[in-house]
């Protein structure tokens, strides 16, 4: 088994990380989305649909499944409760992608690399687990621009500066989505060449 090499993707809200993870898979990686992976574990994980209905009954629930806008409303005006979803989600999330990893080192024609976008990577330690680091920022207005207000949930991240500094790669992600990939394709190249 050859492990791939594992570049996780990280930022801040808006910044791009999940045009940068497309333009990985454009450039021939293996890509793990980290809010894929909720997105099923909101519907496959019955461990977890019951810790949710536990806490907070059926109203996050529409149709059986989790209704993600309940849950973030209920989690972004309340630290406490964010803390608790992540508590929930987070161990979760890191299983799934590190197995995920390893399905595709076991596959017959491994991947030379896979990208995982990981929002909260320097957050919660996990840049450990990971051969490189592809930090995507961009300027404040022109996040709010593509998601509108969101200083509150973002005050409790890594600034920009900080992840920026601890990158092994670091885009700012202010032109066009060419030159996003064309930033993407060096990174590959280079770590296709290592």
């Given at each position: 088994?050859?492990?791939?090499?594992?570049?996780?993707?990280?930022?801040?809200?808006?910044?791009?990380?999940?045009?940068?993870?497309?333009?990985?898979?454009?450039?021939?990686?293996?890509?793990?989305?980290?809010?894929?992976?909720?997105?099923?574990?909101?519907?496959?994980?019955?461990?977890?649909?019951?810790?949710?209905?536990?806490?907070?009954?059926?109203?996050?629930?529409s149709g059986g499944e989790v209704d993600r806008?309940?849950?973030?409303?209920?989690?972004?005006?309340?630290?406490?409760?964010?803390?608790?979803?992540?508590?929930?989600?987070?161990?979760?999330?890191?299983?799934?992608?590190?197995?995920?990893?390893?399905?595709?080192?076991?596959?017959?024609?491994?991947?030379?690399?896979?990208?995982?976008?990981?929002?909260?990577?320097?957050?919660?330690?996990?840049?450990?687990?990971?051969?490189?680091?592809?930090?995507?920022?961009?300027?404040?207005?022109?996040?709010?621009?593509?998601?509108?207000?969101?200083?509150?949930?973002?005050?409790?991240?890594?600034?920009?500066?900080?992840?920026?500094?601890?990158?092994?790669?670091?885009?700012?992600?202010?032109?066009?989505?060419?030159?996003?990939?064309?930033?993407?394709?060096?990174?590959?190249?280079?770590?296709?060449?290592?």
């Amino acid at each position: 088994m050859r492990r791939p090499l594992a570049v996780a993707v990280t930022g801040g809200i808006a910044a791009g990380k999940s045009e940068t993870l497309a333009a990985f898979a454009r450039h021939g990686a293996a890509v793990v989305s980290s809010d894929d992976v909720v997105h099923r574990l909101y519907r496959e994980d019955g461990e977890l649909r019951a810790a949710l209905r536990e806490r907070w009954g059926d109203a996050v629930f529409s149709g059986g499944e989790v209704d993600r806008a309940a849950v973030g409303r209920i989690v972004f005006s309340d630290r406490g409760e964010l803390e608790w979803l992540e508590r929930e989600l987070h161990p979760r999330v890191r299983q799934a992608v590190d197995r995920r990893i390893e399905e595709l080192g076991a596959a017959a024609d491994p991947p030379p690399l896979v990208a995982v976008e990981i929002p909260l990577l320097y957050e919660t330690g996990g840049e450990a687990r990971f051969d490189r680091v592809v930090v995507v920022t961009a300027p404040a207005e022109i996040r709010r621009g593509r998601r509108g207000p969101f200083a509150e949930r973002e005050s409790r991240l890594l600034a920009d500066e900080e992840k920026l500094a601890r990158a092994d790669y670091a885009y700012v992600n202010d032109g066009s989505l060419e030159e996003l990939d064309a930033f993407v394709a060096r990174v590959v190249a280079e770590l296709s060449a290592a």
